[in-house]
């Protein structure tokens, strides 16, 4: 079966600090990763998703970056967090690789159990 | 660009109570539209998919409707719990991404 697993769970920054959020999968190959970010009474907003090694699709221009160094593999990092990147972090997959299921329609998308990032 | 709202923002019921939660999306070219839950401070868990071609999908006590043409979505919630207390996301794809709508708070009251 496939897992997902996202760490650390909490984290306390000081503004100005780098940041470094680690994603893995699985049990699957090939998977699309995702990055959101939920900040207080909002939604999700989707930062980066990847197709592939080194494959990255910024949907936000921000103070954040994303890199997929090996297949199921997602990084999520800052050079200098600012106040505003607080948030509750979530990183996701689905079936990639032009899967039947993504055409189909039968794409599910599964989640991580979140990083609750606090910039003081 | 694909936009998603659900309404209402918060609901609270007693238990036992059925409701429905609503979901709408500005473009019908959708490949699926999900339902998921999530607990405070917790991940998302899906509930249920609807593929485009479908029109309603069931678990359990929950049963999600789908109406492309008009961009909307129901859950409807059978004899609600106290466990069913959450918020309540759908979100729609469209081939490798997914919108999400902002969510309905739910809190089912003993």
Redesign the interface.
């Known amino acids: 079966s496939q897992t997902i697993h996202?760490w650390p769970a909490t984290l306390v920054q000081p503004v100005g600090s780098p940041l470094s959020l680690e994603c893995t999968v699985e049990g699957t190959s090939n998977p699309?990763l995702?990055w959101?970010r939920q900040a207080a009474g909002?939604?999700?907003q989707?930062l980066f998703?990847s197709?592939g090694i080194g494959q990255i699709s910024s949907e936000v221009p921000q103070n954040l970056s994303a890199s997929r160094p090996q297949d199921r593999q997602f990084i999520l990092s800052s050079k200098k967090l600012l106040l505003s990147d607080s948030g509750?972090y979530?990183c996701?997959w689905?079936r990639?690789g032009s899967s039947a299921d993504?055409?189909?329609?039968?794409?599910?998308?599964?989640?991580?159990?979140?990083t609750?990032l606090s910039v003081l | 660009k694909q936009e998603?709202t659900q309404i209402p923002a918060a609901l609270s019921v007693p238990e036992g109570e059925n409701l429905v939660l609503n979901c709408s999306f500005t473009d019908s070219a959708?490949?699926?539209l999900?339902w998921?839950r999530q607990d405070p401070?917790?991940?998302?868990?899906?509930l249920l998919?609807i593929?485009?071609?479908q029109r309603e999908q069931t678990s359990g006590r929950l049963n999600a409707s789908l109406d492309k043409s008009s961009g909307r979505s129901t859950l409807y919630i059978a004899a609600s719990q106290p466990g069913d207390s959450a918020t309540y996301?759908c979100?729609v794809?469209a081939?490798?991404?997914?919108?999400?709508?902002?969510?309905t708070s739910l809190t089912v009251i003993p």
């Open positions: 996202q699309n995702y959101y909002r939604g999700l989707l998703y197709v509750f979530l996701a689905s990639g993504e055409f189909l329609g039968k794409n599910i998308q599964y989640f991580g159990a979140g609750r | 998603v959708i490949y699926n999900q998921f401070g917790k991940g998302l868990t899906s998919l593929q485009s071609s996301l979100a794809s081939g490798n991404q997914f919108y999400f709508g902002t969510g």
